[in-house]
């Protein structure tokens, strides 16, 4: 029953603007850690995002910072990625990670979503 399910890709143009969602269900999503990834045909996997449990820390990759913003609605059990001035650099199958961890980092459990294609192309 444990599921993350990724949503809102798409085509775009550059310059465009994409939401995608990763809704969870199964377990208790609030005490998750959130990682958006991204894989390209030919690269490796490539951290994007990260979100806190709570939505108080967030991390980016240089490549996207100050165009992409990852945030979370606990009670929605969802989180989101608001992708903005979208670049073809950005074409990948976008991936939703959910992490449970001590309070001193420890990985106790780890669930993934299948992915959401992303493509930004004129």
């Known amino acids: 029953q444990v599921q993350l399910v990724e949503s809102g890709g798409g085509l775009v143009q550059p310059g465009g603007s994409l939401r995608l969602s990763c809704a969870a269900s199964?377990?208790?999503?609030?005490?998750?850690?959130v990682i958006w990834y991204r894989q390209a045909p030919g690269k490796e996997r490539e951290l994007v995002a990260r979100?806190?449990?709570?939505?108080?820390?967030?991390n980016y990759a240089d490549s996207v910072k100050g165009r992409f913003t990852i945030s979370r609605d606990n009670a929605k059990k969802t989180v989101y990625l608001q992708m903005n001035s979208l670049k073809p650099e950005d074409t990948a199958v976008y991936y939703c990670?959910?992490?449970?961890?001590?309070?001193?980092?420890?990985?106790?459990?780890?669930?993934w979503g299948q992915g959401t294609q992303v493509t930004v192309s004129s």
């Open positions: 990670n959910a992490v449970f961890q001590t309070g001193v980092g420890v990985t106790v459990n780890d669930y």
């Open positions: 199964g377990f208790t999503f609030s005490g998750y850690h």
């Open positions: 979100i806190t449990s709570f939505g108080t820390i967030t």
